[in-house]
């Protein structure tokens, strides 16, 4: 039979975090298995848009987005992450930063092209390389604070590898990144020759006095790295998709050229609500929003811990991993499916975050809830004496 489904389509599923979300639904529990961000959006950037709107943005844009919100990524990138980018040639707006992932990854990587990630991982990386049909391989990670050896990479890498993926502050991990880490990982990226893409869209979620790295600032790393970032979680505006990625002026022409094919160009008015919020919002704003999630990350973890489900204590970004052993069931997905059944709290099965059987051991948790929200979802687990 010629019509069937595309054979690329056989190894991408549904993503977990939308499975549980729409059984979270159906039992009208509490949602804190996807990442949707329930707190304030900035005034600053709602008006920005809503003006855009009414002053006519609302035609295409340029493919790699409007002059005036690459030229705020361009400001915001120097002055925070200490990477020189030409707003006109390095940056590229696209639809979210997982649209800007998939478009350098089809850009740059080859069918059959080895991809190195670190376990946990974020399952949106492993189903684009996926979808361009690249052959990911995983580095396993311990717990609970997710170290790893250069041993591990160096017995991994092979002829066929052409990039390695940083994820830090990391989802589902918290991990972020050290210098020192970063440093080995770009020494081994040069002598093997590889890409680092990197997934920073976290970067602002620090915790415990910790500050955030960019791969591309270190010696000779800004010609190979591609840098992925957005505003979807910094600004509360997941449904408004805007994201980029920073890269040398030849692998970003080839990255915009795939933008523009599979996503023509991201929203307008929105890409000017963003602008808005980069050029105006005070460098208080970022202090406070960490500030903020680690009051939010300390108490969901003490919740977790008096219920029984030993939390890793993240360093970043707004997820933790439960260790969710004690759990009736053999699988992540059944042991997930028991807790929201007896608690209404709905969480991500580990093994959309495992390749092997370390993921039926844990779920993962979003503690981007308003704060009425996060202390129901706390009295919940608490009292429901697992």
């Not at 979620?205 to 270190?218: C, E, I, Q």
């Not at 053999?330 to 499916?337: C, F, L, P």
Request: aromatic residues 10%.
């Amino acid at each position: 039979m010629k019509r069937t489904i595309s054979r690329r389509m056989t190894d991408l599923a549904q993503s977990e975090i939308r499975a549980m979300t729409q059984a979270c639904i159906r039992m009208k529990g509490l949602n804190m298995a996807q990442g949707v961000c329930d707190t304030p959006v900035p005034p600053v950037v709602l008006e920005g848009a809503e003006k855009a709107i009414r002053d006519g943005y609302n035609v295409y844009t340029r493919f790699d987005g409007l002059p005036e919100l690459r030229e705020a990524i361009a400001q915001k990138l120097l002055h925070y992450n200490g990477i020189q980018a030409d707003p006109e040639t390095e940056v590229t707006v696209s639809a979210g930063a997982t649209g800007a992932f998939h478009c350098a990854c089809a850009a740059l990587i080859n069918p059959g092209d080895e991809v190195i990630l670190f376990e946990p991982y974020y399952q949106y990386h492993i189903s684009a390389l996926v979808a361009v049909e690249a052959v990911p391989v995983v580095v396993q990670m311990q717990p609970p604070v997710w170290t790893y050896s250069m041993a591990q990479l160096e017995e991994v890498v092979t002829e066929k590898t052409k990039a390695i993926i940083v994820n830090s502050p990391g989802n589902p991990s918290g991990k972020v990144f050290t210098r020192p880490e970063l440093e080995a990982l770009a020494e081994f990226a040069c002598r093997h020759d590889l890409f680092v893409f990197t997934d920073e869209i976290y970067e602002y979620f620090l915790y415990d006095g910790r500050h955030h790295v960019s791969m591309a600032t270190l010696p000779e790393m800004a010609e190979r790295t591609i840098t992925i970032g957005g505003y979807s979680k910094t600004f509360s505006v997941t449904g408004w998709r805007i994201g980029y990625s920073v890269a040398a002026k030849p692998w970003a022409s080839a990255i915009g050229a795939m933008n523009d094919l599979l996503y023509v160009c991201a929203p307008g008015p929105l890409q000017i609500g963003v602008a808005r919020g980069i050029g105006q919002l005070p460098d208080s704003f970022y202090t406070n929003l960490a500030h903020d999630y680690q009051n939010k990350r300390d108490r969901f973890c003490r919740a977790l811990a008096a219920a029984g489900l030993t939390p890793s204590i993240p360093q970043g970004a707004y997820y933790v991993l439960a260790d969710i052993s004690r759990l009736p069931g053999d699988t992540g997905k059944a042991r997930a499916m028991y807790l929201l059944e007896r608690t209404g709290v709905a969480s991500v099965p580990g093994e959309a975050f495992f390749s092997g059987r370390k993921g039926a051991h844990f779920i993962r948790f979003s503690y981007a809830k308003t704060d009425s929200d996060l202390d129901e979802a706390c009295r919940r687990l608490i009292t429901a004496k697992l």
